[in-house]
Nanobody, 116 residues
Framework: QVQLVESGGGLVQSGGSLGLSCAAS????????MGWYRQAPGKQRELVAL???????DYADAVKGRFTISRGDAKSTVLLQMNSLKPEDTAVYYC??????????WGQGTQVTVSS
């Protein structure tokens, strides 16, 4: 079993910055694919950023140039630095971990609210 704990959400003004952190524990392997997704009210959950097991990185078009995903010092940790935040970035942000068998695990989510 894998547990994910997210932290770092909150309220910020438009144009501001926030950093999110996600730590995986349990039956994990270092450098497995991890990513961030978000879900706004009334919308489907969508990809924000993903870092693969080989280090490849993918971003949603809406966040390219503003958000940066990286691994923490512990390779089972993934960070998301969000700059130039916009009101449309308001959502619950979820961390996802994929194990070596392709099973996906989700964190409980952390709220990010950007005021205009």
């Amino acid at each position: 079993q894998v547990q994910l704990v997210e932290s770092g959400g909150g309220l910020v003004q438009s144009g501001g910055s926030l950093g999110l952190s996600c730590a995986a524990s349990g039956s994990i392997s270092s450098n497995n694919a991890m990513g961030w997704y978000r879900q706004a009210p009334g919308k489907q959950r969508e990809l924000v950023a993903l870092i693969g097991s080989s280090g490849t990185i993918d971003y949603a078009d809406a966040v390219k140039g503003r958000f940066t995903i990286s691994r923490g010092d512990a390779k089972s940790t993934v960070l998301l630095q969000m700059n130039s935040l916009k009101p449309e970035d308001t959502a619950v942000y979820y961390c996802r971990y994929t194990d070596i068998w392709g099973r996906q695990y989700w964190g409980q989510g952390t709220q990010v609210t950007v005021s205009s």
